[in-house]
């Protein structure tokens, strides 16, 4: 498969046309800004084959990858050398899912991690607050977003991790944990949207972890979050994160999603 870059808004729309219609597997959630901030940022690139298109967004060592296309026939493998994540979220029930799944894999892709979605049941908010023994919760300030990005490079895997970009943790909210020293110990990325409130990232210095300051991590985010539908994903060998969880009143809803990794075996 030849892999080209997209030069403009217009181009990329062209290529999508037909792509959203019933028999049509796909993975894909962008946005239009979410296109127009790739392109300007020169990282949005596309492969295209008879029965499929796939949208590539370029991170530091690796793309991720979002599919459109018929299942059938294979498609054109990707060229060797290149890094690919893949996530394929399905319903409880989802048919589709697996297919694409065993489409990808045949394609050379390998499973490496599968996530879990909670949502919170209703009245499950946090009812007291825990007491910091030691530390302050505060919102991250834009002099701040490179800091906590390092940390959080440092708390996930960048491949699988989902880290966002510093353009995404400014336009987020992001709740610090510091110490008595005013150094970062913990953090808390979440987005406020006005259908759901999502926790997207959430980590602990390891001194800190297993002393209650998860929870008033999520305290913290739930006073912020006006929406009733409040939703996190993890990881589901994540034990700890999901007691953590559970403890704020989130259960499992169904949603599951595995993640793909092409060029495995060469990066090793």
């Not at 490179?146 to 966002?164: H, K, M």
């Not at 953090?187 to 759901?196: I, N, S």
């Not at 002393?211 to 985010?221: P, S």
Request: aromatic share 14%; net charge positive; proline share 5%.
């Amino acid at each position: 498969m030849k892999i080209r870059k997209a030069e403009n808004y217009e181009e990329a729309m062209e290529l999508l046309k037909g792509w959203f219609r019933p028999g049509v597997f796909t993975n894909n959630f962008l946005t239009a800004e979410d296109y127009r901030r790739e392109i300007q940022k020169g990282t949005l690139y596309y492969g295209l084959w008879p029965e499929g298109l796939l949208f590539l967004r370029k991170r530091e060592g690796f793309f991720r990858a979002a599919y459109h296309f018929f299942p059938g026939e294979l498609c054109p493998q990707l060229p060797r050398g290149m890094r690919v994540i893949m996530e394929i979220p399905a319903r409880p029930q989802d048919v589709k899912a697996p297919v694409a799944e065993a489409f990808w894999e045949a394609e050379g892709f390998v499973p490496v991690l599968e996530r879990l979605r909670y949502r919170q049941k209703a009245g499950g908010e946090n009812a007291q607050k825990d007491f910091l023994e030691r530390g302050t919760i505060v919102l991250a300030g834009n002099s701040q977003v490179s800091e906590v990005l390092s940390f959080l490079n440092r708390q996930f895997d960048p491949l699988t991790g989902c880290l966002p970009t510093l353009e995404e943790l400014s336009r987020d909210t992001v709740f610090c944990l510091l110490d008595e020293k005013n150094t970062l110990a913990g953090v808390l990325h979440g987005f406020f949207g006005r259908a759901f409130s999502e926790i997207r990232h959430l980590a602990l210095r390891e001194d800190f972890r297993g002393k209650g300051y998860g929870k008033a991590l999520v305290y913290a985010y739930e006073k912020r979050a006006d929406s009733p539908k409040r939703l996190v994903w993890t990881g589901a060998e994540n034990l700890a994160a999901r007691r953590l969880y559970e403890k704020c009143g989130y259960s499992p809803d169904g949603w599951t999603a595995r993640v793909l990794e092409y060029g495995k075996e060469e990066w090793k």
